[in-house]
């Protein structure tokens, strides 16, 4: 078996026992220019999230994650506090967030 598999039996075995999640972001400080989105990606991924990221017209960046709850929580902590190594994260603010029967978004993609 290999890794990729074992994480996406993991993954449905951890979703299965906890509660899927939904929620938007936007992040602001220096986060444009920093390859934030990229490692935003990288991060969710790694946590079996999916969702999107993209940049805004007024230097922050936006975007939705879903997936189990305890995932999602450390992947907002992730947001709040670390994001990629030249970043510098200001704020960070959370919003309509709600549980979710199933997931809306099939991978964690970058939106251009």
């Given at each position: 078996?290999?890794?990729?598999?074992?994480?996406?039996?993991?993954?449905?075995?951890?979703?299965?026992?906890?509660?899927l999640v939904s929620v938007?972001?936007?992040?602001?400080?220096?986060?444009?220019?920093?390859?934030?989105?990229?490692?935003?990606?990288?991060?969710?991924?790694?946590?079996?999230?999916?969702?999107?990221?993209?940049?805004?017209?007024?230097?922050?960046?936006?975007?939705?994650?879903q997936g189990p709850r305890?995932?999602?929580?450390?992947?907002?902590?992730?947001?709040?506090?670390?994001?990629?190594?030249?970043?510098?994260?200001?704020?960070?603010?959370?919003?309509?967030?709600?549980?979710?029967?199933?997931?809306?978004?099939?991978?964690?993609?970058?939106?251009?």
């Open positions: 078996m290999t890794y990729s598999e074992l994480s996406r039996i993991l993954t449905a075995y951890i979703m299965s026992k906890e509660d938007e972001y936007e992040i602001f400080g220096r986060v444009q220019g920093v390859f934030f989105r990229k490692y935003t990606q990288a991060e969710g991924r790694k946590l079996g999230l999916v969702g999107w990221v993209q940049n805004t017209d007024a230097g922050t960046v936006q975007g939705q994650l305890s995932h999602v929580k450390e992947m907002q902590e992730w947001l709040k506090s670390t994001g990629s190594p030249k970043s510098r994260i200001s704020k960070a603010e959370f919003k309509n967030e709600k549980a979710i029967d199933s997931l809306e978004h099939s991978s964690f993609n970058i939106v251009r």
